[in-house]
């Protein structure tokens, strides 16, 4: 079962609230974008690290959910390496590392528009039965 990148989009909408775009969307990668607006800045005028984290965040859902059963996040982590500010276009970058039955582990770069690392994204998915092969509940 593969999930098609502006479908899966289009129902995150939160991200889509923040601005983020999502790029590609293939087996264990995906690749997701977004412009910092005023809107997306912190009290000191940088980029809140919720917005870094919540692109990074819809990569890696995008990565661990492009073919197969459902991949929900069970762990993640995030290091701001570099700030930014308003005008900065960012880039997230999702990759698997290793995948099994039951669990996905899978690293995020996060870069500006010079390809400077702007954060660096850890996250592990716990992969769902299939729901079309779970039994119905009465």
């Known amino acids: 079962m593969s999930i ?3 479908r899966f989009a289009e129902k995150d909408l939160f991200a889509r609230h923040v ?13 997701g974008r977004l412009k910092i607006e005023s809107r ?33 996040a069970i762990n993640a982590t995030i290091s701001n390496v570099k700030a930014t500010t308003e005008g900065a ?5 999702a990759t698997e590392l290793s995948r099994n039955a039951k669990l ?21 998915v716990y992969i769902k039965k299939d729901r079309k092969k779970e039994p119905a509940v009465v």
């Open 40 to 72: 997306h800045l912190n009290g000191l005028g940088l980029t809140q690290g919720g917005a870094v984290f919540t692109l990074a965040d819809l990569a890696f859902a995008a990565a661990s959910n492009a073919e197969g059963p459902p991949a929900v």
């Open 89 to 93: 276009v960012l880039t997230a970058v």
């Open 104 to 124: 996905a582990t899978y690293s995020v770069h996060v870069t500006d528009d010079a390809g400077d690392m702007v954060a660096v994204f850890q996250g592990m």
């Open 19 to 31: 601005g983020i775009e999502l790029l590609e969307m293939s087996k264990g990668r995906a690749v």
């Open 4 to 6: 098609e990148k502006d």
